[in-house]
């Protein structure tokens, strides 16, 4: 095996890799859904009671409501208006009451690039796009506790709450008032700054007997419909239901696997739920040291994921009890998602199924974020990664171009010798392989390089596709937008440049004539696959092509030895 064949054989494995990818993501595409119906649940599994039929699919879960659009007032969701309250801090615009976030607008990420576009809407009730989260309490030996649907009412009468400037907090609190004198005040803080919404429930017993009550929080959605194919940077990314627990680590479901994968039953300490996107998420995490169970919800073309407390808060006569909880809402910001200080939480940032490749990617974001620190510009700092990739992985890229330099050097020679054994083949791989050894030339001196390159490759195309804060990133000139594809294919076209100038110095040594035409046609094909993938994947294998055709150019003028090819002399 030469180096050429090396080079092609990994070629067409990326191209391989590419289109399974892309094919992948049309298939595993959610179904399309009609928002005919808009389901609510409360948990019906509670410990220490009789259950449902569990191969009954959510059973014990109270019905769904009629099939006309949004559910009627009093049916399942609260009344319109009734209790609800716009709180505005300077990145969260929500709509909340007592137990439901039904609005959530990301203040500083606008859909596109258009003067004056509308926020990006993570959280909506509209039947169309729904998608809400929810919380409450279920009692427990005939206690009554408040849920979702009913129960809490706003503390301090008002339509709306905005963080004042200078002001870090904002608080706005509901209160439940039971039947036996148990009451529950529950506040929402938010934090300037911050996407992530405290929720904390304060149980009271005034009354004359024990109070006991499971709290929880879910998230229900209607999956939304992503369009597949490699011109859509959406079906780059995961879309379903994760969750992380100390002893399971994460795991995740896309929406259309709810039902054929099985049911979830998780017993856990801490950990966290959520629904993933493109570039945002929701995100329901339990106090730390509370022991919780995790479901997945499916009701009719509603699907979701929920915690429920696995022990009960018991609150006796003239005592209190406070439990908390968080709700994350928002971009998946690597410095907004650490800063919460949850284990397992920065796989939200889901770059890929592979644990390996999910810490490679990380790595390189780690580098990616040092380095924008300084350059100020996502592109210049991509380049400069390449530069530093470059600077690592030059031992093996060295090695490569000099084996490659000194097959050039040589190709006559073996031109020579396919020309004096003709079709013998055998007879033409043993004399070749001779003149290998005695001129010390490495003939898969190229094989360890391209390994580690395609691999991070590979990392880097999850990492782009995924990381929210190159979302709508400008480069220079043109790029305006490093997560989409370049608007006028200019870096793909200087790629096939790049692609056929290093093929023309790089030996053919002992190919084929249909291997000779497989790579005549490499630079194309890579040229409309890049085509559609983010202009930043594009910027980084165009700065690698490119920095790897200047050393292979100055190594093959150092190790050529110029002059006249080295020949065999007739007999």
């Known amino acids: 095996m030469n180096q050429t064949r090396t080079f092609l054989i990994f070629a067409w494995i990326m191209v391989a890799v ?39 699919p959510n059973s014990g879960v109270p019905s769904a409501p009629s099939a006309s659009g949004a559910p009627p007032a009093g049916v399942g969701m609260p009344a319109a208006g009734a209790n609800r309250i716009v709180v505005s801090t300077d990145v969260l615009r929500l709509t909340l009451d007592g137990g439901n976030v039904f609005d959530a607008d990301l203040l500083r990420y606008p859909k596109t690039r258009d003067s004056g576009s509308a926020p990006v809407r993570l959280l909506d009730e509209n039947p169309a796009q729904y998608y809400v989260a929810q919380s409450g309490w279920v009692g427990q030996n005939g206690s009554a506790a408040p849920n979702h649907t009913e129960g809490f009412v706003a503390e301090h009468p008002q339509t709306s709450v905005t963080l004042a400037p200078g002001q870090r907090q904002v608080v706005v609190p509901f209160v439940w008032q039971g039947p036996d004198g148990v009451r529950i005040r529950r506040t929402y803080t938010l934090t300037r700054g911050s996407y992530a919404i405290e929720l904390r429930d304060q149980v009271i017993n005034d009354g004359g007997k024990p109070w ?49 994968d099985g049911p979830l039953d998780l017993a856990t300490k801490g950990g966290w739920v959520a629904l993933l996107q493109h570039h945002f998420f929701g995100a329901w995490i339990p106090q730390h040291e509370q022991s919780s169970r995790f479901n997945l919800v499916k009701l009719g073309n509603i699907e979701g994921i929920r915690w429920l407390a696995d022990a009960p808060t018991v609150v006796v006569p003239g005592k209190t009890a406070a439990t908390e909880a968080r709700l994350y809402l928002g971009p998946k910001l690597v410095s907004q998602i650490n800063a919460q200080g949850v284990p397992g939480l920065d796989r939200a940032v889901d770059y890929s199924r592979f644990d390996t490749m999910a810490i490679l990617a990380q790595g390189l974001f780690w580098v990616l974020n040092k380095l924008h620190s300084v350059l100020g510009n996502w592109g210049w700092a991509i380049v400069a990664m390449v530069c530093i990739l470059k600077l690592l992985l030059f031992p093996l890229s060295a090695a490569q171009y000099k084996s490659a330099a000194k097959m050039r050097k040589f190709q006559p020679r073996i031109a020579q010798l396919k020309e004096r054994y003709g079709d013998d083949k055998q007879k033409f791989q043993v004399a070749m392989m001779e003149l290998y050894k005695k001129e010390k030339i490495n003939p898969v001196g190229g094989c360890l390089p391209i390994l580690p390159q395609m691999i991070i490759f590979m990392a880097l195309y999850w990492m782009l596709a995924e990381s929210v804060e190159l979302r709508q990133a400008p480069w220079t000139l043109w790029i305006q937008d490093l997560t989409a594809r370049d608007p006028y294919f200019i870096l793909p076209i ?7 100038t290093t093929q023309k110095l790089t030996p053919a040594v002992g190919m084929d004539p249909m291997q000779q035409k497989m790579m005549q046609t490499m630079p194309l094909v890579f040229g409309v696959i890049l085509a559609f993938l983010p202009a930043g994947l594009v910027l980084y294998q165009v700065a690698n092509g490119g920095l790897g055709l200047l050393q292979q150019w100055i190594i093959t003028r150092r190790y050529a030895d110029a002059g006249k090819p080295v020949l065999i002399e007739k007999d």
Not at 24 to 53: C, F, L, Y
Not at 494 to 500: K, S, T
């Open 212 to 260: 006991q009550g499971y709290p929880y929080g879910q998230l229900m959605r209607l999956p939304p419909v992503v369009k597949s194919g490699m011109t859509n940077p959406e079906s780059y990314s995961f879309t379903g239901a994760t969750w992380y627990s100390a002893d399971g680590g994460y795991n995740r479901r896309k929406y259309k696997d709810f039902d054929s």
């Open 494 to 500: 200087v790629n096939m440049a790049i692609m056929w």
């Open 18 to 56: 590419l289109l399974w990818m892309a094919w992948s993501k049309e298939q595993n595409a959610p179904p399309a859904a009609t928002a005919t119906s808009v389901a609510t649940t409360i948990p019906a599994a509670i410990p220490g009671q009789p259950q449902a039929d569990p191969n009954a």
